[in-house]
Structures are given as C-alpha cells and as structure tokens.
C-alpha cells in the first residue's frame, strides 16, 4: 500500500473545486505545467482519469465525485490537528497539574498562584508534593508536571529549567533575641546559637565557608529538613536561621531579618519540567503564570 501523501490530496481538493488546470494553479501558485505534471501523479495514485475534457473545462468522473466529499473531510480533520492548542483558554481548561515544591517557596508564592487560578482557571486543581530530594525521576515518568528548586548535580540533563529569581541569603531571629536590634557584625553572627538547613548530611554550610574565611566558626545546635521548620524553632528561643529571603518571606511575619555579616552566595531558584511538556498549551500557560507570580 503507497504511503498517503496530504500534498497529493490538497492538490486534488484544489482541482476538483477549480475545475480547471490553470486556476488550480494559480491558487496553489505552481506553473501550468506543474499543476498538469501534479494531476498525471494523480491520475496513477486513484487509477481513474478524475478530471476529463468537456469543450474548454474539464469535469469530474465518477470517482471524482466520490472522492470530493471524503478529500474535503480528510483535510479539515488534518487542519484541526495543527490547530490544536491555538485557540487554547485556561477559562475552559479541567485539569490537575502536581507540584514539587519547598514548604517556603508555597507558602510564599502558592496564595497569589491560586488566587490567579481561581480568577482565570477554575477548573484547574493543583497538587503540592514536599521536595525530599532532586532526584529528576518524578519528572521524567510524569508524576509531578513542575518543580521548583536550585539546580544540582542530580537534575537529569534532558530536563528543562528556566531562572524564576535570584535570591540572597538573611538572618533571622525572634524580637527578643539579641540581635533583634542594630547592627549585626560577623563575631555577633558566629556567636550565636543557629538551626541550619539541608536534607542530607552536610560537613559544611556556606555560611561556615564564610566565617572561616575570617577565622570564625559557629555553632549549629540543630539541623532541620525545611526552611518553615528552621522558622518556626526561631520564634520559641534565642537561634538563628539562615535563610533565603524571598523564598521564606511568607514565612517570616513577627520575626526579625537582618542582612549577613558575611559574603555567602546567592543562589538561583529556577522552574523546571520535562521536555515532553514544552508545547502543551496548558502546561505552558501554568508555567508562564507562575513566573509572572514570582517576576511581580
């Protein structure tokens, strides 16, 4: 069986509502000569004349007739395929979309995310995950659409990522704490009792590079999982989190930031998805509303 050629179709869709060789080809632009080497193809692909001579024009066979409706049919339904996605609405989108995120990153950007959906997507449900690693699996089987984080060695090379923000690192401290007020030097922030942060066992924060730099150390009385845990032991005593700024500001009312005493790198937060999801319409949709979420 030939392979289908959709050229060879709209070629025969134009001639039979032309009726003619010569402005079948100027429709489709070809020369006369073109367009009667196009209708000899034609001709030997349906095994039927299609077009005979009748005084100066030419008129259909039988076949031809019966080929016209199911041609037209055939390429309206081919015309739909490539127009899948251009007259995409959010208003009318029902779908879940599942998200990876920090417990910071959600409570800090998820209000005005939703409060975005509900106004322009309602029929779009998100679901949040907690990031336990970056190990890039869920997104390459499906399970989550979006995840957020800092790029790191683990991040599967065929995933997509695009920079959200920059964000610098703060201190922060309860108001009662001694550093609630002034200024706070590099022996200050060493002296203090800190919470630090990370997932998996670290010999060694960026923070401590920097004292060390300066012939300091700290001491880190308890380690946590999360930036919101980090918080929320600073508000019942006298510690210190060093935390991302923008990233915890939902996370910070009632308590005290101040900038560090010392030179700690900032860091980049990016938006990361599998390629298979780069020209869904949806998928994109969500991915440019969060970064207009995050850009404001």
Same mark, same amino acid.
């Given at each position: 069986?030939?392979?289908?050629?959709?050229?060879?179709?709209?070629?025969?869709?134009?001639?039979?509502s032309a009726g003619?060789?010569?402005r079948a080809a100027?429709?489709?632009?070809?020369?006369?000569?073109?367009?009667?080497?196009?209708?000899?193809?034609?001709?030997?692909?349906?095994?039927?004349?299609?077009?005979?001579?009748?005084?100066?024009?030419?008129?259909?066979?039988?076949?031809?007739?019966?080929?016209?409706?199911?041609?037209?049919?055939?390429?309206?339904?081919?015309?739909?395929?490539?127009?899948?996605?251009?007259?995409?609405?959010?208003?009318?989108?029902?779908?879940?979309?599942?998200?990876?995120?920090?417990?910071?990153?959600?409570?800090?950007?998820?209000?005005?995310?939703?409060?975005?959906?509900?106004?322009?997507?309602?029929?779009?449900?998100?679901?949040?995950?907690p990031k336990q690693?970056?190990?890039?699996?869920?997104?390459?089987?499906?399970?989550?659409?979006?995840?957020?984080?800092?790029?790191?060695?683990?991040?599967?090379?065929?995933?997509? &990522?695009?920079? @959200?923000? %920059?964000?610098?690192?703060?201190?922060?401290?309860? =108001? $009662?704490?001694?550093? /609630? +007020?002034? #200024?706070?030097?590099?022996?200050?922030?060493?002296?203090?009792?800190?919470?630090?942060?990370?997932?998996?066992?670290?010999?060694?924060?960026?923070?401590?590079?920097?004292?060390?730099?300066?012939?300091?150390?700290?001491?880190?009385?308890?380690?946590?999982?999360?930036?919101?845990? &980090?918080?929320? @032991?600073? %508000?019942?005593?006298?510690?210190?989190?060093?935390? =991302? $700024?923008?990233?915890? /500001? +939902?996370? #910070?009312?009632?308590?005290?930031?101040?900038?560090?005493?010392?030179?700690?790198?900032?860091?980049?937060?990016?938006?990361?998805?599998?390629?298979?999801?780069?020209?869904?319409?949806?998928?994109?949709?969500?991915?440019?509303?969060?970064?207009?979420?995050?850009?404001?």
């Open positions: 069986m030939p392979r289908p050629d959709l050229d060879q179709l709209i070629t025969l869709d134009v001639l039979l003619s060789v010569a100027e429709r489709l632009q070809l020369s006369p000569s073109a367009m009667s080497r196009a209708l000899a193809r034609l001709r030997a692909s349906f095994n039927d004349p299609l077009l005979v001579r009748a005084g100066r024009g030419l008129v259909p066979t039988p076949r031809a007739e019966a080929l016209r409706p199911e041609v037209r049919r055939v390429l309206e339904a081919a015309e739909a395929l490539f127009r899948i996605g251009a007259d995409f609405d959010p208003a009318h989108l029902s779908r879940t979309f599942t998200l990876r995120i920090s417990d910071g990153f959600l409570e800090t950007f998820g209000p005005p995310l939703l409060a975005t959906l509900a106004r322009e997507a309602p029929g779009v449900r998100l679901r949040f995950v690693d970056k190990d890039s699996a869920p997104l390459r089987d499906g399970s989550i659409d979006l995840e957020t984080g800092v790029i790191g060695p683990a991040m599967g090379p065929e995933v997509r &990522a695009q920079a @959200l923000f %920059r964000d610098r690192f703060i201190g922060v401290v309860r =108001p $009662e704490h001694p550093l /609630a +007020g002034g #200024r706070v030097t590099a022996e200050d922030y060493a002296a203090g009792q800190h919470i630090a942060v990370a997932r998996r066992p670290v010999e060694r924060w960026p923070a401590d590079e920097a004292l060390a730099a300066l012939g300091l150390t700290r001491q880190v009385r308890t380690i946590v999982g999360g930036f919101a845990a &980090a918080l929320f @032991l600073v %508000r019942s005593g006298d510690l210190i989190a060093t935390v =991302p $700024e923008q990233h915890t /500001a +939902g996370l #910070r009312a009632g308590l005290i930031a101040f900038p560090l005493p010392i030179a700690v790198p900032e860091i980049t937060v990016s938006l990361f998805w599998h390629p298979r999801f780069d020209a869904d319409p949806a998928h994109r949709w969500l991915r440019e509303t969060l970064r207009a979420i995050c850009k404001a």
